[in-house]
Every structure is written in C-alpha cells, then in structure tokens.
C-alpha cells in the first residue's frame, strides 16, 4: 500500500514559478513509477508529466514540456513537479500518482492517488 501527499500549490501570477512536493510513504513502497496529474472542474484528469524509479526516463505533456520540470529525491521518497512560466490555463488541482512497472501516461494506470493540491495562476 502506497500513501501520497501533496503539498506546494497555491496562488501565483501568469509567468511565475511553484513547486509541489508529494510525500510517498508505505510499508511496502518499492519502487513505482511516480506521476502527475491535474483536472479542472467538469474536465478529465489529465496526464501532466511522470518519472521512473532511477529517475532516468521522463516524460511530459506537450503542454508543459520546456515549463515543467519533474524530479525525484528516493531517499526522502519524495517527488517534486518544478513549474516555470505558469499560465492561466495550468490552473487546475493538481495530483500525484503512482503505479508499479513501466512508464505509463494513462491514469488508468496509476494505482495510487493522493488527495491533490490547488494550483491557482492569474492572469
């Protein structure tokens, strides 16, 4: 079982900076895949960028390719989501996920979700 929380959203001005951080706790943690992903109200859940184990193969969507920048520290067992630039259309709550084997960009197959974080950009 897989715990995940997230923290680091907030409010911020178009072309300004965050990070969010979730926190992955477990007894049986592993070594999953690690993604995120974020919706707006009356929108799908959208595949945002995810990372491996190693931390050596990424990837993201097209939309936030070149702004985002998604990393992780094993050892706190932490991921982080580094986002520059921010637009108006990045608002959206903001989740993190999880899931075991390859690197996947569909939610369906991401077993483990925390409870997400707002992300709120003005313009």
């Keep these: 079982q897989v715990q ?7 409010l911020v001005q178009a072309g300004g900076s965050l990070r969010l951080s979730c926190a992955a706790s477990g007894r049986s943690f592993g070594n999953p895949v690690m993604g995120w ?3 707006t109200p009356g929108k799908e859940r959208d595949f945002v960028a995810a990372i491996t184990w190693s ?4 990837v ?6 070149g702004r985002f920048t998604i990393s992780r520290d094993n050892a706190k067992t932490t991921m982080y989501l580094q986002m520059n ?4 259309e990045d608002t959206a709550v903001y989740y993190c996920a999880a899931k075991y084997g390859s690197i996947r960009f569909q939610k ?7 409870q997400g974080t707002q992300v709120t950009v003005s313009s």
């Design 108 to 114: 369906a197959a991401y077993a483990y979700w925390g």
């Design 85 to 88: 630039s921010l637009k108006p």
């Design 55 to 58: 931390g050596d193969s990424t």
């Design 4 to 10: 995940l929380v997230e923290s680091g959203g907030g």
């Design 37 to 39: 992903f974020r919706q």
């Design 60 to 65: 993201y969507a097209d939309s936030v390719k």
